[in-house]
């Protein structure tokens, strides 16, 4: 009491706490960290909740996704209770983070964060002034925009805030509307994710425009300077994953890639042993850190890529689902209880080319859905935020014969009886392509952007001399080749631009992940049209 939750942190300590215990025990099939995990569940829900509990809820998320995980572990293996020297009921887990996520904005009203501003607003908390008579036997502070709560969810049209905090609560929010199926909460995160999407998100996937706060911008606000933290595209590449599990919609899937390969890769040096905090589009210098006084991202780092593999498949009854494209095995189990086994081979996202074999153990008919990515069917955008046209088509084949696509929600359909064997060869077409952004993106009028594939690329100026006075010639051919000794083997982009004299040059560009592993001389990604 008279905390200032705002920057502690204890309940999102404490929801990491039960993840971790949920993580360890799937990993190793041991309980001793799980039951630390039930007993501080417990408690909590114990402590928080409605009247007469206390109305305490995280004010940076996490949590609420970690206590559905805990009631989804225990709801789906009964079992494991016999097992926990402690009391198990799941419904409160779940039940405490439905709390969490409705209790947003439900408060006394105070302080005014936006117009008190920060230092003020801390110091009527500090006082306790929330305490007054007048404010009710359940009352506490609000945190405002920042971790948002200034109205509940339900309320809130757009996605606002402290990035991280915004996209950890709207994941936490989406994994509870896969287990209560309302129809407010699955709007509320619709609403949610297609404005950040639509229009916050930058083209590498990064979020949160605004170095104050470390938060989200106005809709259209994305400079070529923004902050974009790590911790929060992860974040957001989260949101995306949980999007596609509540909907089944490929989308949500494209934007997860577009974070994975782009702003949470960059965020790790080659050597593995720097990170960025920051990732800013356009920068003189940006330098990696070896470590910080705020060593957030790193660990965000490793929980995105310890889960990544998981998401490469997924399953809805005997409907397969083939969401990325990285070379992979995975064994599932349909429901007449035989399995199948899927297997991927790929040179993927260096060149287009997928096989995947399947092999059923009995011959068996279902539905296999494989992701056409948006980019690859000439939209680069859902809701035409960035715009971009490729030049080949994607091609299907089944056993050696291409066949027509049925595309439903961004995946192809093939229904058919598999048999032991059967191939699936995707080619995509990862060639160079111009992106550019919505008219209403004032800082980008005008300027154009290189990808290939889920990659966007960007210029150093250790490999283009006066890189911040270049104007890309769009009208030039661009070339792609991989260089096996460059930056642990890349795909490096050539075309021509104009110097700040006018004279002609040629421009190599890397994949925008790969920046700063070499010398420090700034990089760009948005670049002046010369048209």
């Known amino acids: 009491r008279g905390g200032m939750l705002r920057w502690q942190h204890d309940v999102y300590n404490a929801g990491m706490l039960v993840e971790a215990g949920v993580h360890y025990y799937n990993a190793t099939g041991k309980t001793n960290l799980l039951e630390v995990a039930t007993r501080c569940a417990n408690l909590m829900a114990e402590y928080m909740g409605t009247f007469p509990k206390k109305n305490v809820v995280p004010a ?14 225990y709801r789906d293996n009964p079992g494991l209770k016999k097992q926990i020297n402690v009391p198990v009921v799941e419904r409160e887990y779940l039940r405490l983070a439905e709390f969490w996520i409705e209790g947003r904005g439900k408060h006394c009203g105070f302080p005014l964060w936006g117009t008190w501003g920060n230092p003020a607003a801390e110091q009527w908390i500090r006082d306790r002034k929330y305490e007054a008579p007048e404010f009710g036997n359940h009352t506490r502070p609000s945190w405002g925009d920042y971790a948002q709560d200034s109205i509940p969810l339900f309320e809130q049209k757009t996605i606002e805030g402290h990035a991280v905090r915004a996209t950890l609560f709207a994941t936490g929010a989406t994994a509870a509307a896969l287990e209560n199926r309302s129809p407010e909460y699955i709007a509320a995160v619709s609403r949610l994710w297609d404005n950040m999407i639509g229009k916050r998100m930058f083209i590498t996937g990064g979020v949160g425009a605004v170095h104050f706060d470390e938060k989200f911008g106005p809709d259209y606000f994305l400079p070529t300077d923004a902050y974009l933290e790590t911790c929060a595209a992860v974040g957001a590449g989260f949101f995306s994953q949980r999007m596609n599990e509540l909907t089944g919609d490929a989308k949500y899937m494209d934007e997860l890639e577009r974070t994975l390969y782009n702003n949470v890769l960059t965020g790790i040096s080659l050597s593995g042993t720097q990170y960025t905090y920051q990732n800013p589009l356009n920068s003189a210098k940006h330098a990696r850190w070896g470590w910080h006084d705020c060593p957030c991202c790193p660990p965000m780092f490793l929980k995105m890529m310890s889960a990544m593999p998981g998401f490469i498949y997924s399953q809805k009854g005997d409907d397969i689902y083939v969401n990325l494209f990285i070379g992979s095995e995975t064994e599932l189990s349909l429901s007449d209880q035989s399995r199948i086994r899927l297997t991927q081979k790929t040179g993927y996202p260096w060149d287009g080319s997928v096989v995947m074999t399947v092999e059923p153990e009995k011959e068996k008919t ?22 971009s046209e490729v030049k080949s088509a994607v091609n299907l084949k089944v056993n050696g014969k291409s066949i027509a696509m049925k595309i439903f929600k961004g995946y192809a359909e093939i229904q058919r009886k598999w048999k032991k064997g059967d191939r699936v060869e995707l080619t995509l077409p990862v060639q160079p392509r111009l992106v550019t952004a919505n008219e209403a993106v004032a800082d980008l009028q005008n300027k154009v952007a290189i990808a290939a594939g889920p990659f966007v690329y960007c210029l150093e100026g250790c490999d283009n001399e006066g890189v911040a006075d270049l104007r890309l010639d769009t009208r030039a051919p661009l070339s792609m080749t991989f260089e096996k000794e460059l930056l642990n083997g890349v795909n490096v982009i050539k075309g021509q631009a104009l110097d700040k004299t006018g004279k002609k040059v040629s421009v190599s560009a890397i994949p925008y992940y790969a920046l700063g592993n070499r010398q420090d001389k700034g990089y760009v990604v948005w670049m002046p049209a010369n048209k």
């Open 366 to 387: 279902l539905l296999l859905k494989v992701r056409i990515p948006g980019w690859a069917q000439g939209v680069e955008n859902p809701y035409d935020l960035y715009r």
């Open 60 to 73: 940076h998320s996490g949590p609420e996704e970690a206590l559905v995980k805990l009631y989804t572990l």
